[in-house]
């Protein structure tokens, strides 16, 4: 069974950093794309950033450029989201998902924007508040 666990949230204060893990089961080379999503009160779950998982083409929201980065690790089946320079407006519940190597997508932007329908995790929260 597929499993994705996040880890990593948390409360912090505006201008701080986390680290948001997602540990995969299976390979990450199973997926088309992993990436992080989040869903605030009130609003609409959103495309934060994701990564191909074969070429590792990267995508960012525009709320999110130059604070946030996405990364892998093969060897460790797991992706990570560092969130720098945080906001009060980031705070939201963070969700790692993924669709399978089989789902088809022009670029990585496109699953991202439209939400993956394949797996997704539990849900880590992130507050940012002094």
């Known amino acids: 069974q597929v499993q994705l666990v996040e880890s990593g949230g948390g409360l912090v204060q505006p201008g701080g ?4 893990s997602c ?19 009130g609003k609409e779950r959103e495309g934060v950033s ?3 998982t074969s ?9 999110v450029k130059g604070r946030f980065t996405i990364s ?3 060897a460790k089946n ?5 969130m720098n320079s945080l906001k009060p407006e980031d705070t939201a519940i963070y969700y790692c ?4 190597a089989g789902r088809l997508y022009e670029t990585v932007k496109a699953m991202c924007v439209n939400l993956p329908r ?3 995790g539990q849900g880590t929260q992130v507050t940012v508040s002094s």
């Open 17 to 20: 950093s986390l680290r948001l």
């Open 23 to 41: 540990a995969a089961s299976g390979l990450i080379s199973d997926y088309y794309a992993i990436g992080w999503f989040r869903q605030a009160p």
């Open 50 to 52: 994701c990564i191909s």
């Open 55 to 63: 070429d590792g083409s990267i995508y960012y929201a525009d709320s």
């Open 72 to 74: 892998r690790d093969n």
């Open 78 to 82: 797991t992706v990570y989201l560092q």
């Open 97 to 100: 998902a993924a669709d399978s």
């Open 118 to 120: 394949d797996y997704w």
